[in-house]
């Protein structure tokens, strides 16, 4: 194990026993929901992949240390704090070296998962390629690192408020399988259909589970996406949405929104716009993921 990662009790306890692991992020609790939702969620969402045969390990940075499983106090920190940094690649070295608190994105999170040995990690929505691509230049480092990490991200597809499209052919330049999990649809997070066909399509855990072990067996290296689509019940038709993102992302460009801010600005603003509608939806779809990931990483394990 790295120098650098402290593993919690349960974490390493689910090693020792080779118990199967599931890893969650920290930005979704930090900077992607409002309190007391996240923390809700957060533990729910724990709670879900016990349920289903698997063990939670969310990852964040404290104080500098890489934290793979988080005590229920730190949850709570993650949930309620200010001041906490969103760590992608990039931010990872600065967040040791400065000892910061931080919050993992996609990113990070697959980086610190696949260093402790982890290979199923459940998240709500993927970043990917914003819209207006030629005026507002703004590609996730999600993409590049699934390219890279070998790492299968359960997802309900990329977020909403990106170019969908484009987000699925960048993944095809780096060679990312996206599956799409008992559809033909690639899922656009808070709707169950994007308008697109998913490259691949699988029917069950174990296929997903034997499709990651044929990939990473031949030695092909880098992560996966697998998406889910949203729970029916809270999904949100396109219709109703795509008038609310297109506010948003107005919003955003008059308030001359950038970098790191622009996901967590958007996710508000369409919070607030849909008065909790695309919240309740956010939430639902995270679980679902959590609950998928965790028979993945039973049937790998088995
Ligand atoms: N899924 C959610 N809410 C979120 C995210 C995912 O339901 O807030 C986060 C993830 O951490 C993802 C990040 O990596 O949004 C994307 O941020 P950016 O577009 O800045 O790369
Ligand atoms: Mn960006």
């Known amino acids: 194990m790295?120098?650098?990662?402290?593993?919690?009790?349960?974490?390493?306890?689910?090693?020792?026993?080779?118990?199967?692991?599931?890893?969650?992020?920290?930005?979704?609790?930090?900077?992607?929901?409002?309190?007391?939702?996240?923390?809700?969620?957060?533990?729910?969402?724990?709670?879900?992949i016990?349920?289903?045969?698997?063990?939670?390990?969310?990852?964040?940075?404290?104080g500098g240390r890489c934290k793979v499983g988080l005590a229920p106090a730190e949850l709570e920190y993650f949930a309620k704090g200010s001041?906490?940094?969103?760590?992608?690649?990039?931010?990872?070295?600065?967040?040791?070296?400065?000892?910061?608190?931080?919050?993992?994105?996609?990113?990070?999170?697959?980086?610190?998962?696949?260093?402790a040995g982890i290979?199923?990690?459940?998240?709500?929505?993927?970043?990917?390629?914003?819209?207006?691509?030629?005026?507002?230049?703004?590609?996730?480092?999600?993409l590049t690192e699934l390219g890279q990490t070998s790492v299968a991200v359960v997802c309900a597809g990329a977020?909403?408020?990106?170019?969908i499209p484009m987000t699925l052919e960048h993944l095809e330049t780096l060679g990312v399988p996206v599956i799409a999990y008992n559809t033909d649809d690639f899922p656009?997070?808070?709707t169950v259909k994007s308008g697109q066909k998913a490259p691949l399509r699988l029917d069950s855990p174990e296929q997903i589970a034997d499709f990651l072990t044929a990939k990473w067996d031949f030695g092909l290296e880098g992560g996966v996406v697998i998406g889910n689509p949203p729970p029916a019940e809270t999904?949100?038709?396109?219709e109703a949405i795509e008038h609310f993102i297109d506010s948003a992302l107005i919003e955003a460009k008059e308030q001359n929104i950038q970098g790191r801010e622009v996901t967590p600005f958007l996710l508000k603003r369409v919070t607030e716009l849909t008065e909790g509608k695309s919240l309740?939806?956010?939430?639902?779809l995270v679980r679902n993921n959590a609950r998928l990931a965790a028979k993945i990483a039973v049937a790998r394990a088995k």
Not at 95 to 107: E, H, M, Q, W
Not at 159 to 163: F, M, T, V, Y
Not at 280 to 284: R, S, Y
């Open 50 to 62: 016990r349920d289903n045969g698997a063990v939670p390990a969310t990852i964040a940075v404290i």
């Open 159 to 163: 977020k909403a408020i990106l170019d």
């Open 83 to 115: 001041g906490i940094l969103k760590l992608s690649r990039r931010d990872i070295p600065y967040a040791i070296a400065k000892k910061c608190d931080g919050a993992t994105t996609v990113s990070a999170t697959m980086i610190l998962a696949e260093k």
């Open 119 to 142: 290979s199923i990690f459940a998240t709500g929505g993927i970043g990917g390629v914003h819209r207006d691509l030629a005026a507002n230049y703004d590609v996730s480092a999600d």
């Open 280 to 284: 309740e939806a956010n939430i639902a």
């Open 188 to 190: 656009a997070f808070y």
């Open 2 to 48: 790295s120098e650098f990662i402290d593993l919690s009790p349960e974490v390493a306890e689910a090693f020792a026993s080779g118990a199967p692991v599931v890893a969650l992020e920290s930005t979704i609790i930090s900077h992607g929901m409002p309190y007391p939702q996240n923390l809700e969620t957060a533990q729910a969402v724990e709670q879900d």
């Open 235 to 238: 999904a949100l038709p396109r």
